[in-house]
């Protein structure tokens, strides 16, 4: 028979001891685990309060924080394609020219523009966002300045100002629309290949690379391209009135050097947004409001992350 302690044989104590041991290390390591996921989730979160502390481009909201309680001036960076999706495209840049123009304590708005150009759509939107503040703030002047670049749709944009500065370099110009794309019928005759395309309605494959292009179908769509143009026109006579020369070239796509756009009318002056905000604006306190979505997206991707561990194991475009 089996030795007993208080009556207990000896190998249910020992189990018991065992399982109790046992026990407690998994109620120990559990604790463990759950300690180390709540010092990540506070660790991620006092991460994004830093990220969002450091101020102008990191956040896109600097408006909330530092040099923007005080008098300055509020800049909007719009560079790169305009189109849906990139920080240029109307979603983003809605929000910071809203909050630029609503801070009182912002003296004027500047956008600063390096962009080759893009979607009519977005740039329009942009452009009217800008005429209605202008509206609800008459007081504040908006200045657009150009960098290495500012055609077509960015150049649609800073025709919403009240002045255009750019650099004596810059590219300024290309008022025109321009849809391209390549046809491959004459290849897919060499090589045997039959295209196949069924559709309901007459003109549902209208811009078809592998169909020939016929007269109608050119017309048409060139008539399409002219009334976008028509309309990017109008915008930039709004904006420019009287400024603009009476040369018809304004207008045919053709791009220009800053010192050849200050004399046809396309910008007011050579100059750069530290020489505006110094001598035109007279406040050198420069504020970004300059969307950006990069690292704050990473970050909360990460946090959603953190969370899910913590509670669970043809196109046109005016180019």
Known sequence: MSEQTNGIPWERELLRDYMFTLHK???????????????????????IVAVLSL???????????GDAQGTHTAYINIRGEIAVGTVADADHLIPSIQAA????NAKAVVLRIDSPGGSPVQSGRVYEEIRAQKALHPDKKVYAVIGDIGASGGYYIAAAADEIYADQASLVGSIGVISSGFGFTGLMEKLGIERRAITAGDNKALLDPFSPLNKQTREFWESVLAKTHQQFIQRVKEGRGDRLKNDPRIFSGLIWNGEQALEIGLIDGLGSMNS???DVIGETNLVDYSPSRDLLQKLTQRAKVAVSAFTQEASIRVY
């Not at 290390?25 to 660790?43: C, F, G, M, P, T």
């Not at 101020?55 to 924080?65: K, R």
């Not at 123009?101 to 009182?104: R, T």
């Open 25 to 47: 290390e998994q109620v120990k390591d559990r604790r463990y685990r759950i300690a180390l996921k709540i010092l990540r989730a506070v660790a991620l979160i006092l991460m």
């Open 101 to 104: 123009f609503e801070n009182d």
């Open 55 to 65: 101020g102008a481009g990191s956040s896109g909201m600097p408006w909330d924080i």
């Open 276 to 278: 505006l905000a110094r």
